[in-house]
């Protein structure tokens, strides 16, 4: 009969307002300043910079590459390179800003970078008051413990983690193969070149 | 001035007696009109701040929310930052409106709603105006909401709200028939068209339950046909086309901001407290307590807990039903609303003839004829409207 | 004269002036409204409150409306260049205007029945016009509602025709 | 009650009804036209309701009664008018009278 649809209605909105009083679990609402919803492991809002050690400054795995830099498409990173005092440059980043206005999020930067130093954060709460200046994240905004990612990012923290092992471990050992080898013929030859780092093994992020 | 108690409304005519004999005898009939107005105009402002917390709070638990509750504890104090927020906010004129037009548009829409309220009696001899042809009035500074819709909508310049006025001068003049025809019931067996004597003659009790309208086969009908109609005067959900924001933005009031906004949006409410009034007024037995041994309780009080159960029932309205179209609209007033409110008044007339029957069980068999003679036609009508596919379920033919 | 005839009469004049010099017809409608509110308030000032309110409901109620209506949908020839300050005709119509209200106003002012003192406010009540228009007006009431059918029905049938044509 | 004598609302009747009969006269919209006619219509029950209201015997009701007629007539004349305006206006895409003149000798 007509109108008896209507009454189904109404009855069950009525089901859903009291439900919701006597239910909580009803209520899907998150009251987001005081609850904040966990983000997945690979949510990625903008990168920061890793350092080891408990050292923001000396610590950086960043060793001012720029391999980031011209990789990034929105060209949203700057970096200038650490002199001595003699002018030389050397594997340490002077000035690292990263504009996250510009920033697409697009993670580009870490999947090239050689060393590991760049991942990708999940910070989204980002407003500020100011356009320009406050948006602007520079060298000590940027650097984040190690600590920081494995909270952040556990599984893709200890993949990097092991594999900076090995290479570490292999490089030593290189070294130390190679020191045999020099030993041995006691030639003294000036010393070599710290061997360079192992090719970029890239880190995968778990998709 | 001594204040004789005798009932709580009396003390109240009595204290507004004697601030008006404060005043020189010439500003007296004035002063005597301002605190009716004042008093009228701070109660359902009040109300209206309530509701629209109310309906907020109420909306969000049929959804599953808790609503909005950031302002002050449980978001008491929302209202108050909605106000405030409407206040400061810019006032958009748009540069093709009618400048003058624009600006009368909201007040012409809020002041006959205002002047509709001051009509409903809330207790007895507790009517701003209690006038002989009370319920003419109603209806009368009732048509002037339409006009308001058309100023607001043309004044706008703007094809969206010239088709939200139209839609709504189309549906205001078309729900008017059922509605009035659903009041005319009333008015033919209590036989008056004051609003307080229908309100008292609905005050006796038979074996303790009330003698209301809404009792009566034709007092029954009479009022769902009335609340439909209402719904669809009011501008409520499922019947608020014109200002559907699916597909006409805002309807007339999409050109409207700030305070103007408010202003209608009060308007729209005031609307529907006063004519849920006056469902109350004619219907539901007015100021009167429901069960005999609860009429200590003082009339106000019973008006106003029947004034929130109606709008509670308008809200609950608003989040259940879905929009209906306008064809859909029309087709159901014109088609259903206003036959059966014609055969409601057979059946009041019906009713008034055989009050004079005597033998026992004659009140069940008047109740039992009264009825079949709207309900039969009721299932009639919607078997017949079914079989040709107007009012049946909806088909889909893609979503399927 | 009271301030409430001046003013009602004033308000009617002006708006009902500007309901017929308007060249915008939207204004035209809403003035004329407004001069029906304002003579619907004459009404109840002379203690005629049904006819007061029978005037609010169906002229400002239905017939702006449908003024209103009319206008928006002939629309296109409402934007004529219309000169009523131009052309013989209009200095004729508004003579004849002006003549038939002098002799109007000339016999109001001459006439002996207007000399007439005013009677204490009657008390009609609704229930005595629904009887009298029971009892003695219920034949000119049947016939009204046999003319307001024919009307609605006319009118719809002249609104309808040419959907049912095309 | 007020205290304004019946020529008053006499002599405002008869403006109301010239500036009606004007506007009925000289106005080429149909629209306006039946504008107009719906003035001097009203200055009409001004009238009658003036005179009821100063009727030795208010109580008889004939004024009253007359205008209650009255405006439910013109009430059908305006909804019968304004649909032959719009139906000739479909015809004719206007709604100035000098359109409407083809059956004129």
């Not at chain 1, 011209?70 to 650490?82: D, G, N, R």
């Not at chain 1, 090239?112 to 948006?135: G, H, N, W």
């Not at chain 4, 007359?66 to 719009?86: D, N, P, R, T, Y």
Request: aromatic share 10%.
């Amino acid at each position: 009969m007509l109108g008896s649809g209507i009454i189904k209605g109404l009855l069950e909105t009525a089901r859903n307002f009291f439900g919701s009083f006597r239910q909580p679990e009803r209520l899907v609402t998150i009251e987001y300043p005081e609850q904040q919803r966990t983000v997945p492991e690979n949510n990625r809002s903008f990168p920061f910079l890793v350092f080891d050690r408990n050292d923001p400054v000396k610590g950086l795995r960043c060793v001012s590459c720029k391999i980031c830099e011209k990789e990034c498409p929105p060209q949203c990173i700057y970096i200038e390179t650490e002199k001595d005092s003699r002018g030389k440059p050397i594997k340490h980043p002077k000035v690292f800003d990263i504009d996250i206005s510009v920033c697409m999020s697009c993670q580009i930067c870490v999947e090239v970078c050689p060393f590991d130093s760049i991942k990708m954060d999940q910070t989204y709460e980002l407003s500020q008051f100011s356009r320009y200046d406050a948006l602007i994240l520079h060298k000590i905004d940027l650097a984040k413990s190690n600590e920081y990612y494995h909270q952040i990012k556990p599984t893709e923290a200890g993949l990097v983690d092991e594999q900076l092992a090995a290479e570490r471990e292999a490089q030593i050992a290189k070294a130390k193969a190679a020191a045999a080898i020099k030993v041995a013929p006691a030639t003294a030859s000036p010393t070599p070149k710290p061997p360079s780092p192992a090719p970029p093994a890239k880190t995968e992020v778990p998709a | 001035m001594i204040l004789l108690y005798s009932s709580p409304e009396a003390l109240l005519i009595q204290l507004k007696s004697w601030t008006v004999s404060l005043a020189p005898a010439a500003w007296q009939p004035v002063l005597s009109s301002a605190i009716s107005a004042l008093v009228i105009l701070l109660l359902f402002a009040g109300i209206f701040a309530l509701t629209t917390l109310v309906e907020r709070k109420g909306l969000g638990r049929i959804q599953n929310r808790p609503g909005p509750n950031r302002v002050g504890p449980c978001g008491l104090f929302q209202p108050i930052a909605d106000g405030v927020k409407s206040l400061i906010k810019e006032d958009i004129v748009p540069a093709a409106a009618d400048r003058a037009v624009h600006f009368l548009a909201p007040l012409v829409v809020l002041a006959p709603a205002a002047l509709a309220l001051a009509l409903i009696p809330l207790g007895p001899g507790l009517a701003a105006v209690d006038m002989d042809a009370g319920l003419l009035c109603f209806f009368a500074v009732g048509t002037a909401s339409e006009l308001g819709a058309f100023m607001a909508g043309w004044a706008s310049h703007n094809k969206y709200t010239i088709l939200g006025a139209m839609r709504a001068i189309a549906q205001m003049i078309s729900f008017e028939l059922p509605l009035v025809l659903s009041t005319l019931t009333v008015v033919m067996l209590s036989g008056t068209l004051s609003l307080s004597s229908i309100a008292q003659q609905q005050g006796s009790y038979w074996f303790g339950l009330p003698a209301w309208n809404v009792f009566t086969p034709w007092g029954l009908a009479g009022f769902i046909i009335f609340l439909i109609a209402a719904t669809a005067e009011s501008n409520r959900s499922p019947f608020d086309l014109p200002e559907g924001e699916s597909e006409l933005i805002g309807g007339f009031m999409t050109e409207y901001s700030g305070f103007k906004y408010a202003v209608f949006f009060m308007g729209e409410y005031f609307g529907m407290f006063a004519i849920s009034g006056l469902t109350i007024t004619l219907f539901l037995g007015g100021w009167n307590a429901p069960f005999s041994f609860l009429v200590w309780i003082p009339s106000f009080i019973w008006f106003l807990i029947k004034l929130g159960l109606m709008l509670a029932w308008f809200i609950w309205v608003r989040g259940t039903l879905p929009r209906v179209r306008v064809d859909q609209l029309m087709n159901f007033c014109w088609k259903m609303l206003l036959p059966l409110s014609l055969l409601n008044i057979l059946a009041a007339i019906f009713w008034h003839f055989t009050a004079s029957w005597q033998f026992p069980g004659a009140w069940g068999l008047r109740w039992a004829i009264g009825f079949g003679m709207i309900a039969l036609p009721f299932i009639g009508i919607s078997q017949s409207g079914a079989r040709q596919k107007k009012w049946g379920p909806r088909i889909y033919r893609y979503a399927d | 004269m009271s301030a409430v005839f001046i003013f009602l009469a004033g308000l009617l004049l002006a708006s009902s002036l500007a309901a017929v010099m308007f060249r915008r017809l939207v204004y035209t409608a809403l003035s004329l409204a407004v001069a029906f509110a304002s003579l619907a308030a004459l009404y109840l000032h002379l203690g005629a409150e049904f006819a007061g309110f029978a005037q609010v409901m169906v002229y400002v109620g239905a017939v702006a409306i449908l003024i209103v209506f009319a206008l928006l949908l002939t629309r296109n020839a409402g934007s004529d260049p219309e000169h009523p300050g131009h052309g013989g005709s209009w200095i004729t119509g508004a003579a004849i205007a002006v003549l038939v209200f002098g002799c109007l106003a000339f016999n109001i002012v001459t006439s002996s029945a207007c000399a007439r003192p005013m009677p204490n406010p009657p008390s009609i009540t609704t229930r005595q016009i629904g009887e009298s228009l029971m009892t003695r007006y219920v034949l000119p009431l049947e016939v009204l509602g046999l003319l307001l059918t024919a009307a609605a029905l006319g009118a719809a049938t002249l609104a309808l025709e040419d959907k049912r044509k095309s | 009650m007020s205290g304004t004598p019946l020529v008053y609302y006499l002599l405002l009747a008869a403006l109301l009804f010239s500036i009606g009969l004007g506007a009925a006269l000289t106005r080429r919209n149909a629209i306006l036209v039946l504008i107009g006619i719906e003035l001097m219509l009203n200055a009409a029950n001004l009238n009658f309701i003036a005179f009821w209201r100063y009727s030795p015997n208010p109580e008889a009701l004939s004024g009253f009664m007359f205008v209650l007629f009255s405006i439910a007539v013109a009430a059908a004349e305006a909804a019968v008018g304004l649909a032959l305006i719009v139906s000739i206006y479909r015809h004719r895409r206007t709604t100035r009278l000098e359109g409407m003149s083809s059956l004129k000798g």
